[in-house]
């Protein structure tokens, strides 16, 4: 059910974010009222969308996390894809993404892009070892995530 009311109504809020952080971040927003639309690569979906437990074929972690979200497929490698996505986002208030450091500077998204070309947008990313640094490009997952913190308290 798409909440429609509270502080964020009318804010449009493009997730280009899967897994945890950044569908934990944008449920967040709809829970507030802000319209989330999510983009997900098409045939596959956000990776969560395979992990268990599954309530009737639907993996019950990606729901809980994508509640209130409307959803569409995009490859934004694809040109006729692209020109969907900026339709969409011209019109959007906020852009959260969680890819890897450099993933959408690769596709033309850059925030030395996007600032110009969509001055009133936000823009929220989030990475695991951040976006500058020895470690920015190593992929995190929940594991990994618990490893690390562990090996820096010894």
Known sequence: MI???GPLKG?????????LVGPYCTMVLSDLGAR????????TGDDSRSFGPFIKDYSAYFMS????KESIALNLKNKDDKKIFEKI????????ENFRPGTLDKWGYSWEVLKKKYPRLIY???????QTGPLKSLKVCLLMTWLFKEWVVL
Do not use: H, M, Y
């Not at 804010?11 to 897994?19: G, K, S």
């Open 11 to 19: 804010i449009i809020v493009l997730d280009l974010t899967r897994v």
């Open 124 to 130: 929220a990313s989030a990475s695991g070892f951040g």
């Open 36 to 43: 989330v639309i999510k983009v997900e690569a098409p045939e």
């Open 89 to 96: 986002l011209s019109k959007a208030d906020v852009l959260v």
């Open 65 to 68: 996390l994508n509640r209130g």
């Open 3 to 5: 909440n429609n009311s």
